[in-house]
Antibody, heavy 118, light 107 residues
Framework: QVQLVQSGAEMKKPGSSVKVSCKASGGTFTSYAISWIQQAPGQGPEWMGDIVPFFGTTNYAQRFQGRVTITADESSNTVYMELSSLKSEDSAMYYC???????????WGQGTMVTVSS | DIQMTQSPSTLSASVGDRVTITCRASQSISIWLAWYQQKPGKAPKVLINKASSLESGVPSRFSGSGSGTEFALTISSLQPDDFATYYCQQYKTYAYTFGQGTKLELK
């Protein structure tokens, strides 16, 4: 069974960037879409964007367009999410999640907490 | 973006109760809707996809219904493990969007 394992918690300064990784273990995700989802404390999840590693295609939510970049390294079964120009409002848990075709997110990573503070 | 509106925001219920959470989409999403359960400190877990298809391993007391713009998640007989926050999510159109959540708490 595929598991998504994310990198550890990050503390960043305002204006800097953060890069979070999501590695598939127990299988590959090449033909699936991997999304990144932000969840601020006490708030609902918010979809940021996704990538289909096989095609290298990406889609981004308007709210994060220009600040988020999602990439994939098929050789290591790892997807990355980089968020730039960090603000305190970006302090949140970030999840990667898999969708099979046009589908719900059936497998989630454990989450990576990003804290932005001066 | 398609807006997803859940009601109620909070629901107080007892073990054994039958409860229903509703989700409304701002435009038709056909059946491209999922329901998730989230417990504190954990990632969401998918319960239902395509509006009414139960995910493997999810207890049969959970059921989903609806299409177009109106959807519902019903728990037929609440168990202690069901007290959590529930979210609906549409995946018909980018940007995928979630409802604001319904917190199911013990009365």
């Amino acid at each position: 069974q595929v598991q998504l394992v994310q990198s550890g918690a990050e503390m960043k300064k305002p204006g800097s960037s953060v890069k979070v990784s999501c590695k598939a273990s127990g299988g590959t995700f090449t033909s699936y879409a991997i999304s990144w989802i932000q969840q601020a404390p006490g708030q609902g999840p918010e979809w940021m964007g996704d990538i289909v590693p096989f095609f290298g295609t990406t889609n981004y939510a308007q709210r994060f367009q220009g600040r988020v970049t999602i990439t994939a390294d098929e050789s290591s079964n790892t997807v990355y999410m980089e968020l730039s120009s960090l603000k305190s409002e970006d302090s949140a848990m970030y999840y990667c999640a898999r969708a099979v075709g046009i589908g719900a997110f059936d497998i989630w990573g454990q989450g990576t907490m990003v804290t932005v503070s001066s | 973006d398609i807006q997803m509106t859940q009601s109620p925001s909070t629901l107080s219920a007892s073990v054994g109760d039958r409860v229903t959470i509703t989700c409304r989409a701002s435009q038709s999403i056909s059946i491209w809707l999922a329901w998730y359960q989230q417990k504190p400190g954990k990632a969401p877990k998918v319960l239902i996809n395509k509006a009414s298809s139960l995910e493997s391993g999810v207890p049969s007391r959970f059921s989903g219904s609806g299409s177009g713009t109106e959807f519902a998640l019903t728990i037929s007989s609440l168990q202690p493990d069901d007290f959590a926050t529930y979210y609906c999510q549409q995946y018909k159109t980018y940007a995928y969007t979630f409802g604001q959540g319904t917190k199911l708490e013990l009365k």
